[in-house]
């Protein structure tokens, strides 16, 4: 899969005058504003900066140029805006999440490697956290900017496109990235996992998944797959879930499993969307006397360094971090250095790491 490198560029309202391409003139400038709202620059740097020095009609104005645009002001010193901050910054749900420390991991060397410094900053699973972070971090113009996956705040992703700062997104899979992508399709993930199961004789299967956009969207693809391949209870329409908070814990799994018992006793297979989630079941199971994987098949996510050593050893997916890293580092460090990606979208794929508890 291939996306086109020609320039982007935003498309202004009939009267207004057009952006310029922010891979010709390295992104969205205070001028760009200024004449879009017919003002002089340094009228529109006052409006910005110090709102109560101009008339509330241009006030207006200006606010209104900044909207349409997305334009967010460079916090750098005049001087320095030019210059390269060798910095890159990376954005992730949460840092409890073991699953993207072998990406921060990757990334913070593989940038290391060539010169450049990692900046870490935590959005949450809310939107609205996302976008005042990304605002921060535009306004500090780093070399880069790699996101946990697909940006869906229109606002952020109008911000980032006229920023002309580089941006990588991960964990997800697109055929329309702000800029450049590295991931993997979860629908994907969700069909192959329920085929697996299917393929070693499990017919009662049931999830626990996070509530997150991703999680979702994979588990309703294991959802539809199993009940295409009749893997329901004779008396269910659809394949029993219990939906948890995002980030997931040990105890959210442990609950989780307790939950679907009452009501589906006679289940042979869970689908976690977390290693976090399975050990929480692993533990449940062993807790509750329901031998795994005899009784209860249990599947995680992830694939996270203990996943291997538990008994019974984990079932897990395995995503391999390391690879997204080092690619969205290299992707970043071709952007700085003005060169063309030729192939910036790339799917690394997944793996089903087969053991003990399956």
Known sequence: ??????????????????????????????????RIADVAPITASRALKSPDLVSPAVLQR???AVEKTGYVPNLLAGGLASTKSK????????????????MVQS??????????????????????????????IIGRRPDGVVLTGIMRSALAK????????PVVETWDLTSTPIDMLVGFSHEKIGIAVAEFLHARGRRRVATISANDDRAVRRNKAFSDTAQNLGMLDADSTEVPTCIVPAPTTLGSGRSGLRSLLQDHPTIDAIFCSSDMLALGVLTEAQAMGIAVPEKLAVIGLGDLSFSCDLNPALTSVRIDGSAIGAIAADFIIQRADGKVISDPIRDIGFSIMERDST
Not at 87 to 102: D, K, Q, R, S
Not at 107 to 136: C, F, P
């Open 158 to 165: 109008r911000r980032l496109q006229v920023s002309g700062i």
């Open 1 to 34: 899969m291939k996306k086109t490198t020609t320039p982007l560029s935003i498309t202004e309202a009939p009267g207004t005058t057009a952006v310029r391409s922010r891979r010709k003139s390295g992104g969205l400038t205070l001028s760009d504003v200024a």
């Open 62 to 64: 200006v606010r209104d």
């Open 107 to 136: 990334l913070t060397a593989s940038l290391a490697a060539s010169g450049y410094q990692l900046m870490l900053g935590q959005s949450g699973y809310e939107d609205s956290r996302e976008d005042a972070l990304l605002e921060a």
């Open 87 to 102: 910095l890159v910054a990376a954005v992730v749900p949460t840092i409890t999440g073991a699953v993207f420390l072998e």
